[in-house]
Structure formats: structure tokens, C-alpha cells
């Protein structure tokens, strides 16, 4: 399963946007999951065709698909140096496939910050320096193995000498190595798990009225959402109810599907009568690729996917409908499966 690291600095609100992911969670009685140890949750990707197409098929039961996200302890400046729990923090970060980084923008005289000062900008600067310093340690820990073995003549170690050098470069200037642009065949030639590689994601953490985003500079092309997480946990403690008579949705999901969505993760869909269910694949999985998602012997024994978009099924009101109709397409194993089609898999 992928997971999502919180990261950031201490007291921001890391563990409170935990609890309130995971909180979700016990009141999900149909979702057998729940948090599997103090610092790791997995939560419920929020899918409303789910629901519709479990009631279009009469389903007894919805599988959503599902993230891990893992509460980090808090980072300090001079980490990467072993500062506060040092390198034992960053590998927990090296072990997630994506970090929502949370950064305070909340004044509340109660809650130290470290810094003795709310600056979001500042904070986010200090986050990135320090993974980025962890990086260059590990890639000119890297280079030196690397020079050794392209010297003996190692053609392969002379193609990734050359990835690193130029990432060697950036993380020097304290910038995160996904700011170099790499050909796909080249991010391939990197083998250490580079923590500034990794997919990233904002959560602002803001008191009152959502505009402070406008206030800070954030690295290009980074997402921001900004939430009050203090009144997410509060809302999350709630049930639907409770919350429809205060006239407030809570909008962490918002945070959950962009986590998925900066991952590079879409979803297929499976409906009948035991279950309605959603399949994470990422972009670009073939059809074969994703029924072995299903099970080992769909890929094997593949034959052909029928594939119909949610929508176009939901329209119409039945699978024996749209096959009646012609509206249901037969793919092959080459085909490049799209968020939210509908599919059944024949197999040999
Ligand atoms: N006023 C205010 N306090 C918050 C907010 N989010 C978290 N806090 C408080 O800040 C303190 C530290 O939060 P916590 O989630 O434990 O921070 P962590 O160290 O990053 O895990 C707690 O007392 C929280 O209740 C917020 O949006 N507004
Ligand atoms: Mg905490």
C-alpha cells in the first residue's frame, strides 16, 4: 500500500491532522481498517461513484481504495546532522512514497513554536534545507562508491555518475533534487531513496478565514491546501448528522484525494452484486497490468477487459443494459486504462 509521510516542524499540528485522518475511520463500519500501530493509519480514499454504483448493483458491500499515512516526529533545523531524533526521523521519511509537509500559519499564544515566531515561508525554508542537506549526504556518500567503479570501467556507473553529479549540484545549493529535470531513463539510474524526489503536498495550517495561502512562497508547482486541522479533529469526532446541523463538511478528504492524485494514482472500478469496489492503479497501467491488481492469474490469464465509464453506466441503470446497448467496449491487454472505468475482466 502507499503511504504518506506528515512531516514538519514540532507543534504545527502533524499529529493532530493524524488523529483526525484516522478518527474517520472507526465510525467507517464497513471499512475493516483502522490505525495498525500508534504512527500509522490507513484511511479510506473518499470515492462517491462507490456509492452509486453499489446502489445501481445492490451491493453488500463497498471496498474503497486506501492510503497509509504515517504521523513523523517532528523536524528541526540541523536534523540532517543528527540534531533532535536526527537520521532515525529522516529514514522514516525515506520509507514513504509521498510527504504532506504541514506548516503552521496559526497564532495561538498557547502553542510554542520552535522558532518563537509564526512565518510560514521561513518554516518551509527550513523543511526543505534540511531534506535536501540529508540528500546531499547520501548522494556524495554515493558519488564516491560511484567514481570508484566507473574509473574500473563500469559503463552503467558512469551514466549514473552523471544523474548525481547533477543532483549533487542542486541539493548543494539547498534546492530539492525534483527540481532537476530528468528523462524517466535517467530518474531510473537513481538508486538511494531521495526524500526531495519524493511527491509533495502543503497543508497549511490555518486559524479562521482559508486565505493566508496567497500569503507564502512555496516551491513551484508544489499543491497547497490549507485547513484548520484543530476544527477538522473537532469535526471528525462528529457524526454526518451532527455535522449537516452545523452546516459544515469537513474538508479533509479534499487533502486525502490530492494525496492520491499527486502520487500519480487513478482508479478502476469493479460493481456486482457482493461488492462495489475500487482498484488504485497509477497513470498509464495497462489493461493486463491492472487486472493483476485483482489477482496474479487476471494478469496471466488474461483474454480481454470490458470496459465502460461510470457515468455512461450509471445513465443507463445496468451492466446487461449497456451490454444490450453495445455501450460496453471490449480492450486489449495494451490498453491504457482511464480513472473511473467500470470493468470486468475475462480471463482464459
Ligand atoms: N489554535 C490552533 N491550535 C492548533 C491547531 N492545530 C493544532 N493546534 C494545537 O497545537 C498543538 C500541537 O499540535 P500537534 O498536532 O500535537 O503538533 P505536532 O507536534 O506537529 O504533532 C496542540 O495543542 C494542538 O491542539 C490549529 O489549527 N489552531
Ligand atoms: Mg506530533
Redo the contacts with the bound molecule.
Keep these: 500500500m502507499l503511504s504518506i509521510g506528515?512531516v514538519?516542524?514540532?507543534?504545527?499540528?502533524?499529529?493532530?491532522?493524524?488523529?483526525a485522518l484516522t478518527k474517520k475511520q472507526v465510525d467507517m463500519s464497513n471499512y475493516p481498517f483502522a490505525t495498525i500501530d500508534p504512527n500509522v493509519g490507513v484511511v479510506a480514499v473518499p470515492d462517491e461513484r462507490l456509492d452509486k454504483l453499489a446502489a445501481m448493483s445492490n451491493s453488500a458491500k463497498i471496498v474503497p481504495t486506501a492510503i497509509e499515512f504515517v504521523?513523523i516526529?517532528?523536524l528541526v533545523k540541523e536534523a540532517h546532522k543528527g540534531a533532535g531524533l536526527g537520521n532515525q526521523f529522516l529514514s522514516h521519511i525515506r520509507a514513504v512514497d509521498a510527504i504532506a509537509e504541514?506548516v503552521?500559519?496559526?497564532?495561538?499564544p498557547?502553542?510554542i513554536h520552535v522558532e518563537g515566531r509564526v512565518d510560514p515561508t521561513a518554516d518551509i525554508d527550513t523543511i526543505s534545507t534540511e531534506l535536501a542537506l540529508a540528500d546531499l549526504a547520501l548522494v556524495e556518500k554515493r558519488l564516491e562508491k560511484l567514481e570508484g567503479e566507473a574509473r574500473a570501467g563500469d559503463p552503467e556507473s558512469k551514466k549514473r555518475l552523471a544523474v548525481y553529479g547533477r543532483l549533487h549540484e542542486l541539493l548543494g545549493r539547498g534546492e530539492p533534487a525534483r527540481n532537476e529535470p530528468l528523462k524517466p531513463e535517467e530518474e531510473s539510474l537513481i538508486d538511494v531513496q531521495l526524500l526531495t524526489l519524493k511527491p509533495l503536498i502543503c497543508v497549511l495550517?490555518?486559524?479562521g478565514p482559508e486565505t493566508a495561502h496567497t500569503a507564502f512562497d512555496m516551491p513551484q508547482a508544489t499543491p497547497v491546501i490549507s485547513?484548520?486541522?484543530?476544527?477538522?479533529?473537532d469535526l471528525a469526532s462528529l457524526t454526518e448528522a451532527e455535522q449537516h446541523e452545523l452546516g459544515e463538511a469537513p474538508r479533509l478528504p479534499l487533502l486525502i484525494t490530492a494525496c492520491y492524485d499527486v502520487l500519480g494514482l487513478i482508479s478502476f472500478l469493479t460493481t456486482g452484486p457482493k461488492e462495489t469496489r475500487a482498484w488504485t492503479i497509477t497513470r498509464g497501467t495497462s489493461a493486463q497490468k491492472a487486472a493483476g491488481k485483482i489477482h496474479s492469474d487476471f494478469e496471466k490469464n488474461f483474454i480481454r477487459a470490458e470496459v465502460i465509464d461510470w457515468r455512461e453506466l450509471l445513465t443507463i441503470g445496468s451492466w446487461a443494459k449497456a451490454r444490450e446497448l453495445g455501450k460496453i467496449r471490449s480492450e486489449g491487454k495494451e490498453y491504457i486504462m482511464r480513472d473511473g472505468e467500470v470493468i470486468e475482466f475475462r480471463i482464459g
Design positions: 506528515i514538519g516542524l514540532p507543534n504545527v499540528g502533524k499529529s493532530t491532522l493524524f488523529s504521523d516526529a517532528g504541514v503552521r500559519a496559526f497564532e495561538d498557547n502553542v495550517n490555518t486559524d485547513l484548520n486541522l484543530k476544527h477538522e479533529l
